[in-house]
Structure formats: structure tokens, C-alpha cells
């Protein structure tokens, strides 16, 4: 599996940007997506994730009823829709895949995730 995320740029605070992660490969016993941030000198970060039949989703705290995860029909592609942006959602954000089942104790663990996206830059200027 190869995950290629995109869509990333500068904008102003309160925008919209809409990421995307295009998977290619066998995504037969990939069972979770997530989308993880990565700001200068903090650690990366989850963001939120979905299973891969598009029933669960989760979100971390400060993004909850701002950001949405969602895939298209295949979920080959996912997406995070991500409204009223703020200057600290400032950061360089990865797509990832896992192998493991859906449990909200574990999604929002990094180390789950055994594929990854090459991150795109997402500037929020106040």
C-alpha cells in the first residue's frame, strides 16, 4: 500500500481546506485511516480516523465539530474536510494506514499505523 496526500496550502484563519489521500495497492486488510499533524518541534499528533467501511469515525478533541473524515465509495481515498481553521491547526499532516480492527483505544495511537503518506503542509495565518 502506497498513500499519497495532498492538498495542503496557505490560508487564512476561519477557511476551509479539504486533504486528500489516495491509496494504491491492496488495501484487503487495511481496516483503519487516519490522518495525523505534525507541528515544528512538538510530536506528531493524531487528528482524527475511520474504518475502512466508513462506519466509525473519531476525532481529537480540538478538531471535533470542525474537521470531518470521510472516503469515497471505495474508500481508496479519504479525505479530511477541514473548516474554521485556526493558526494552531498550523502543521504538516500524514495520512495513514493500519492493519489493525477498529478500537477507539488504539486508533489514535501512531505505532498502529504500519503506512504513511509523505504529509502536506497546511498554514493557518492569522
Known amino acids: 500500500v502506497q498513500l499519497q496526500a495532498c492538498g495542503g496550502g496557505l490560508v487564512q484563519a476561519g477557511d476551509s481546506l479539504r486533504l486528500s489521500c489516495a491509496a494504491s495497492?491492496?488495501?484487503?486488510?487495511?481496516?483503519?485511516m487516519g490522518w495525523f499533524r505534525q507541528a515544528p518541534g512538538k510530536e506528531r499528533e493524531f487528528v482524527a480516523a475511520i474504518s475502512r467501511v466508513g462506519v466509525s469515525t473519531y476525532y481529537e478533541d480540538t478538531v471535533k465539530g470542525r474537521f470531518i473524515i470521510l472516503g469515497d465509495k471505495s474508500m481508496n481515498t479519504v479525505y479530511l474536510q477541514m473548516n474554521s481553521l485556526k493558526p494552531e491547526d498550523t502543521a504538516v499532516y500524514f495520512c495513514?494506514?493500519?492493519?489493525?480492527?477498529?478500537?477507539?483505544?488504539?486508533?489514535?495511537?501512531?505505532?498502529?499505523?504500519?503506512?504513511w503518506g509523505q504529509g502536506t503542509q497546511v498554514t493557518v495565518s492569522s
Open positions: 495513514a494506514a493500519s492493519l489493525e480492527f477498529w478500537d477507539i483505544a488504539r486508533v489514535t495511537k501512531a505505532y498502529t499505523y504500519t503506512k
Open positions: 495497492g491492496s488495501l484487503s486488510s487495511t481496516y483503519v
